[in-house]
Nanobody, 124 residues
Framework: QVQLVESGGDLVQPGGSLRLSCTVSGFSLDSYAIGWFRQAPGKEQEAVAC????????FFLASVNDRFTISRDNAEKTVYLQMNRLKPEDTANYYCGRRSATYCSRFAGAYDYWGQGTQVTVSS
């Protein structure tokens, strides 16, 4: 059974940092790209970041490009999203998805399994 489980969300002050984890089971992580998406109430879903199956290609949403990094540990079956210099506009439910290929996509329709998400709130 394919599962993706996110963790690491929290309430943090502006300028703070968080590291989100996406731990998978039921498939070989090294065969798939993994993406992080977010959605805030009343806003559209955004593709935040993605990392290819071998970790040699990534993309980031323009507004997070110089603040977020993505990495993966295939042996630990986990993909990480390191978020630095957080802003109130980063507040959202963050969730990871399995891309049905080894390379990334910005389109949610290209992902076949999703986690439930973890809430990130940036507020003073």
């Amino acid at each position: 059974q394919v599962q993706l489980v996110e963790s690491g969300g929290d309430l943090v002050q502006p300028g703070g940092s968080l590291r989100l984890s996406c731990t998978v089971s039921g498939f070989s992580l090294d065969s798939y790209a993994i993406g992080w998406f977010r959605q805030a109430p009343g806003k559209e879903q955004e593709a935040v970041a993605c990392i290819s199956s071998r970790g040699d290609s990534t993309f980031f949403l323009a507004s997070v490009n110089d603040r977020f990094t993505i990495s993966r540990d295939n042996a630990e079956k986990t993909v990480y999203l390191q978020m630095n210099r957080l802003k109130p506009e980063d507040t959202a439910n963050y969730y990871c998805g399995r891309r049905s290929a080894t390379y990334c996509s910005r389109f949610a329709g290209a992902y076949d399994y999703w986690g439930q998400g973890t809430q990130v709130t940036v507020s003073s």
